[in-house]
């Protein structure tokens, strides 16, 4: 059996409402993940590309977040009609989504544009 050459995580952690980092999931459906592993079975890759399900990637200001590797390329902000473009983009044709990829100054710092201090910190 041939090797996943890429794996993608979709995060689908489900906060409550209140919760002032958000989430990626609000309704904990998991249907990004699932149109995802949907897309990727219509297009053929169902053996060498794996989307799975992950908790919290902590990039939870910029979600719905999506991580591919080997790469290492970040996601922010991915809705259901972006799915098509990324498999189709990054995957197939090996050129990342410009326009949803987060950039690096947003990726694992505890403050960005989007991110305040938490209170613990
Ligand atoms: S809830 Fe998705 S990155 Fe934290
Ligand atoms: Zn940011």
Known sequence: MAKFEHHIFVCTNQRPPENPRGCCDPEG?????????????????????????????????????????????????????????????????????TRLMLADGCINTPVCQHKQPRKSE
């Open 29 to 97: 459906l998991g249907n990004l993940q699932i149109l995802f592993k949907k897309a990727l079975a219509e297009c053929g890759l169902k053996a060498t590309v794996r989307a799975n399900r992950s908790g919290c990637l902590d990039q939870c200001e910029h979600g719905p977040t999506v991580v591919i590797y080997p790469e290492g390329v970040w996601y922010g902000g991915v809705k259901p009609e972006d799915v098509t473009e990324i498999i189709e983009s990054h995957i197939i044709n090996k050129t990342p989504v």
